[in-house]
């Protein structure tokens, strides 16, 4: 056990923050039903097989810097199209010293599909060794999350507590990640660009 | 594995906070970028180590309730809103007499027993680390030193600052942006 007054503040906000994190569905639920608002929210849903390019669109620069190692990042915001409107993106690219791509990210959030109601998150991250690792948090009411189109498709189960993360790492573009509710409906889907 | 969290030590601060509710590694790191000095301006002006602890709880409480409501108006909105949310709480120490704890209950935290033993180590790191900031401050160019000091030590609006160099108010906000940046590097490169 720490010593250290810091650190044991930390630790009870952080263990809060994790209490806070696990009820926050509920919330957001009672919150949207308050508000009586159609459709709701489902996952990120970056147009299938379409190029990051053209997926995501309204750019603009967020933040950039350089890290201790003489690395660059650079933040993006943008917008990806969706069934049901948009989706807020955050694209983070981080450069070796000599300009080479080290890494790309892009997270988002977006407005689903009627009648499901969970905000339903999913990143994809292309790796150092140019693996990709495909993984989010799928929030509320998710039955099932499937994720096909790499070598072994996986399909992760009920999430019990109102929220279910996966990470998996696939070897090509083009995964798509699926997300279905308690009634089969599909939430939301985000594929992979090419 | 490598997830998509190893970004996370390096987004920016709003983006820290915007992921806080639903990431607690985003506010872990949203919470050590910030404790030290907080705790140590906050020790700056009750004079108590104690006092300081237990209001920046209650601060970073706060912080993590509402940070579903944050909105990032400006780069240095997540660093300002935090400030913000510590300086009431000082006003209400002022006005009471008594650091409030409700967010902390609220989150179901259990309150810091410190030893004295504890207590005393944590006097030291502060002591350690104000002298270090000071020091590094030293290090920074005059505009961005003037900036930085008149807006995080004296609390000055950024509106008032501008004034007073005649400048705008968005080129302040740049000055304290880039100095507290460049503070944190100094920090760190500090053995």
Redesign the interface.
Known sequence: MT????Q???D??????????DT?PAQTRRWRATLKRPAIIGLAAIAAAAPAAAALTDSFP??H?T??DGST?T?TKAVAATPNGSADC?Q?E?HNPDGTLQ?R?I?CRAQGTAPSAAPV?A???F??DQSI?V?G?V?ANTSRVTVTGVDKPITLGPATDGRRAF?V?VSAPGATITAFDDAGNVLGKITLPA | MCTMMFLVDRLSDNELLERAPRDPEAFAVFYDRHAGTLIGLLRYRTGSTELALDLAGEVFAIALERAESFRAIHEDSARAWLYGIARNKLADLYRTGKAEDRARRRLGMQPIVLTDKALDALEQRLEAEQSGVLAALELLPAHERQALSARVLDEEPYEQIAARFEVSESVIRQRVSRGLRRLRTLIKETP
């Open positions: 010593d250290d007054p810091i044991m503040l930390r009870e906000l952080i263990a809060a923050a994790h209490r806070n994190a926050a967020f933040d810097g890290t201790r990042y933040i955050t983070t981080i890494s990210a997270g998150e990143g994809f991250t790796a150092r690792v993984s948090t929030i990470s790492v």
